[in-house]
């Protein structure tokens, strides 16, 4: 397939720079090598960070989440989270064994318009004491990640208004949609079992096995 051809491409960070106003003196100095009290209290308060990492192979980003507060700071500069079940496709830590470890974390909190960004570099541990401090619902994880964090700022919510994301009346939500078990069958190509299955299997795993994997 032939190259698409862009003339509007931007190649520079100098063309880049010519749209963008400068980040303002205050927003620079808001970004700090360590996790001060009000990033504490944010990470205390979240149900959902979103996890980025990359390696020689690619890049990933994934969602994770529990109660509030199940991301857990060891101290101002590391963060650990648990590795809960999911697909097993197992690509955030993944990427972090087969590179040098850099990741980042979105964190958000319910009703909140800002965002909390840490940065840094993270391993994959098996500590059983870090394990037992991050069990929830009477289990405790397989795996944890271990962030060293290398800058945190708030990043300011206007995506957040945009999509209307903590304002339900004005969300529009599609009736046609097809259902996870649809996706399954026509990705899949299962012809052993029928969408109806799929997604009643779907449906027990999410209220069976939040924090186990079921049998294989």
């Known amino acids: ?31 700090f090598p360590f996790l001060d009290d009000h990033c504490l209290r944010f990470i205390a308060e979240s149900p959902l960070v979103f996890v980025a990492t990359a390696s020689e192979t690619g890049m990933d980003c994934s969602p ?9 700071a060891v101290d101002r500069r590391e963060l650990a989270l648990p590795d809960w079940p999911g697909n097993n496709k197992l690509s955030s830590i993944t990427n972090l064994l087969t590179s040098d470890g850099a990741c980042g ?57 945009r999509s209307h994301l903590w304002q339900p009346d004005a969300w529009v939500i599609p ?11 026509d990705q899949s190509g299962l012809a052993e079992m029928t969408v109806e299955q799929i997604d009643a299997h779907y449906r027990q795993a999410l209220a069976d096995h939040l924090y186990s994997s079921p049998e294989p």
């Not at 994770?64 to 857990?72: D, L």
């Not at 290398?150 to 919510?157: D, I, L, Q, S, V």
């Not at 046609?176 to 078990?181: A, E, F, I, K, T």
């Open 105 to 161: 974390l979105v964190f958000l909190v319910p009703g909140q318009d800002v965002f909390l960004r840490v940065n840094g570099s993270a391993t994959v541990t098996t500590a059983p004491d870090l394990l037992d401090r991050l069990h929830e619902e009477g289990r405790r994880p397989k795996a944890a990640i271990r962030l060293s964090v290398r800058e945190a700022f708030f990043h300011c919510g206007k995506a957040l208004r």
């Open 175 to 185: 009736q046609d949609m097809p259902s996870p078990g649809q996706v399954v069958k």
């Open 64 to 72: 994770r989440g529990g109660r509030p507060g199940f991301v857990q």
């Open 1 to 31: 397939m032939a190259e698409l051809i862009d003339p509007h491409r931007i190649t520079t960070v100098d063309a880049l720079r010519r749209l963008y106003h400068l980040p303002t003196e205050r927003m620079v100095k808001m970004t």
